[in-house]
């Protein structure tokens, strides 16, 4: 990597023997520059993982890298960009090979083929902490600290005869020679413990790994293939694919390990997207393909539908950039450390000498707007989340740790200095002896009775009572499939006065069914309606709704209907169907894309309406507009 000419100046941030970034003068990271540095992570990642390289089009119109930067223009120069080089959203279409109405085909090989050439729509986790891992964790531990030095102590003195062979008094041959067991048993229990912490970790570690994975399946993503509207899981994703995007959808799946994808609109009812997540602006962005057919992976919908067609997935996407960057400028930060701690250099979080990719990742996280209000001082929260994730304990937890290893040290001290004080009177002042060097055997048995008593009496006893305590609660709880990953989270939430909580899906099956309908002052049948009014009904909701939103048969006979997209448009088309009507077949003879003007629902306006034209052969007669909404507010356009 070569650095940028005509920009070098003293805040360059210097990697090896190239510049990564470059620091302008009011410490913001060009994003553009960034991500193209970046490049080669994502090259280096592609060819490891078997794909072909990123510049190669393959048998398709379009490399990875072209489709990469293609996603880095905004606006009119996107359109400009997409209009000159791909003739407009159509030809990218066909350069992929993919069809904007009824998207790609149900193949499985060519699904296949498009993951090895465009990559997975995944970031590779972290790798999990190996056993021997969590087993030096477990060391970690003050008490099996002294346990350990006061086994290794207590095995040299079993071992250890004076010069002159005076074992001192109260002692003989037998009791020097069984020594040796008091600091084994030592060791066994610290093995023991360990082990036991170790595998508990260990197993708790897969049983997530293993919930990990059931939540990724879970998590689904509407697309068009052959024609049919489907759900599939978001990393099944591939670039080619027809996605159908609604308000209320995240382009991505947080935190997800779920991953994104980026796309250009292909068509738009009114879509405003909140791309604060990204950019750190806060303003909704309106797009359309005229305008703004740009839509990134890690933004939200806010208002209105669409469809886009995928262009970048996984590590290509804007959140894989943005993660894998992170996960660079950390591991760069990790060896920074190393090389200065194995120089003697002292080096502590932000402040590492000249810059380091530490200032890449904080000054690239404000820049892309991840993280607000940090100071740009992540280096140190860094350090602490990675030493509390280590060993974390419950608020009452470290304070028992606390009082305990305080009571336990004054004891083992008070211990030592009246074992030492009573064998100095008895032995200097009454017995009038010299001192010798056998002696140093009693101080040293007095410091372990010390330690053991520091060890045994009390510090293991409070914690460890809240410890149980919570592994007892955890594992009630674990029999209703409620999973706690850490154990403070029980006191914290012990501690909770109030809970607030949506209720939708979270106390109700978030499933929404037609009760009651009112006509005017009276609740009629639907056959009592005349022909235009039962005509007019179906139109509205047929048409007047998402058309991301669907009701299907269910998978397993006898099962209800499943219900896919917004639940409250769901049960109107379950009314339609519970009528003996077909809304699939309006919206075919009124596609999306011919629609008028949508102006979708949100929380200021409260309604939707929709406007068609009104067509007398190929002449326009005018036009019809459907709204659903709160009752005042339609009450008050009439």
């Known amino acids: ?46 060819m490891h993982k078997g794909g072909v390289a990123m510049g190669s ?142 595998l508990n970790d260990y197993t708790k570690e897969r049983q997530f790994r293993g919930l990990q994975a059931k939540i990724e399946t879970e998590h689904k993503f509407s697309v068009i293939r052959g024609g049919d509207q489907i759900q599939i899981v978001v990393n099944e994703l591939v670039v080619g694919d027809i996605a159908q995007i609604k308000y209320g959808r995240l382009l991505y799946t947080h935190q997800c390990d779920l991953l994104p994808a980026d796309g250009v609109l292909v068509q738009s009812n009114d879509l405003k997207i909140d791309e604060s997540s990204l950019t750190g602006e806060s303003d909704q962005i309106r797009k359309s393909p005229e305008l703004d057919p740009m839509l990134l992976s890690g933004t939200h919908v806010m208002e209105g539908s669409g469809k886009m067609v995928v262009t970048a997935v996984g590590v290509n996407s804007q959140t894989g950039i943005i993660m894998t960057l992170l996960g660079a400028a950390k591991d760069v930060v990790e060896e920074e450390r190393k090389a200065a701690k194995r120089e003697g250099d002292a080096v502590t979080g932000a402040a590492i000498e000249d810059g380091t990719a530490q200032a890449l990742l904080t000054d690239h996280v404000k820049a892309s707007g991840l993280v607000e209000g940090s100071n740009g001082d992540l280096s140190n929260e860094t350090t602490k989340d990675e030493v509390e994730s280590k060993k974390e304990r419950s608020v009452l937890q470290a304070k028992l740790t606390r009082l305990a290893i305080q009571i336990g040290s004054f004891v083992a001290g008070c211990t030592v200095l009246i074992l030492v004080t009573r064998f100095c009177i008895s032995r200097y002042m009454i017995e009038e002896k010299a001192f010798s060097v056998a002696d140093f055997q009693h101080f040293i048995n007095f410091l372990i009775i010390g330690v053991t008593v520091l060890v045994v009496a009390v510090p293991e006893g409070l914690p460890l009572a809240v ?122 003879k009124y596609p999306e894309d011919k629609i008028f003007k949508v102006y979708t629902f949100n929380s200021v306006r409260k309604s939707m309406s929709t406007v068609i034209e009104m067509r007398d052969g190929n002449l326009l007669s005018g036009y019809r507009v459907f709204s659903k909404g709160a009752s005042e507010i339609i009450l008050k356009k009439n």
Request: charged residues 25%.
């Open 57 to 198: 089009r393959g048998e398709y119109g379009c490399s990875v890298d072209e489709l990469r930067t293609l996603m880095e223009y905004r606006g009119a120069e996107a359109r400009e960009k997409l209009d000159t080089e791909y003739q407009g959203v159509e030809g990218l279409c066909r350069r992929l090979k993919t069809d904007p109405n009824n998207g790609l085909p149900q193949d499985k090989d060519e699904l296949d083929r498009r993951r090895a050439v465009f990559g997975a729509n995944e970031i590779p986790p972290h790798p999990p902490k190996s056993f021997l891992q969590l087993v030096w964790e477990a060391l970690q531990d003050v008490t099996l600290i002294i346990l350990l030095v006061s086994a290794i102590v207590s095995l040299a003195l079993s071992f250890y005869r004076p010069p002159d062979g005076n074992l001192g008094a109260g002692s003989d041959d037998t009791e020097h020679e069984a020594g040796w067991i008091e600091g084994v048993a030592i060791l066994i229990s610290v093995v023991v413990v360990v082990l036991v912490t170790a």
């Open 1 to 46: 990597m070569e650095p940028v000419a005509g920009r070098h100046n003293r805040n360059s941030i210097e990697i090896g023997t190239g510049k990564l970034v470059q620091v302008c003068g009011e410490s913001s990271i060009l994003v553009e520059e960034l991500k193209s540095y970046l490049y080669v992570f994502c090259s280096l990642f592609s």
């Open 467 to 588: 410890t149980l305590s919570l592994a007892y609660s955890v594992k009630k709880m674990m029999l209703d499939n409620n999973l706690v990953r850490h154990l403070d989270a029980c006191e914290t939430m012990g501690n909770a006065t109030s809970i607030c909580s949506d209720k939708t899906g979270t106390l109700t099956t978030n499933r929404m069914t037609v009760v009651q309908k009112v006509h005017y002052k009276e609740t009629p049948k639907f056959e009592s309606l005349n022909k235009e009014t039962r005509d007019l009904l179906v139109h509205l909701i047929s048409i007047n709704s998402s058309y991301a939103s669907q009701v299907v048969p269910a998978k397993n006979p006898g099962e209800q209907l499943t219900q896919l997209g917004n639940k409250t448009e769901c049960g109107l088309l379950g009314f339609v169907l519970a009528l003996g009507q077909s809304y699939q077949a309006i919206r075919d």
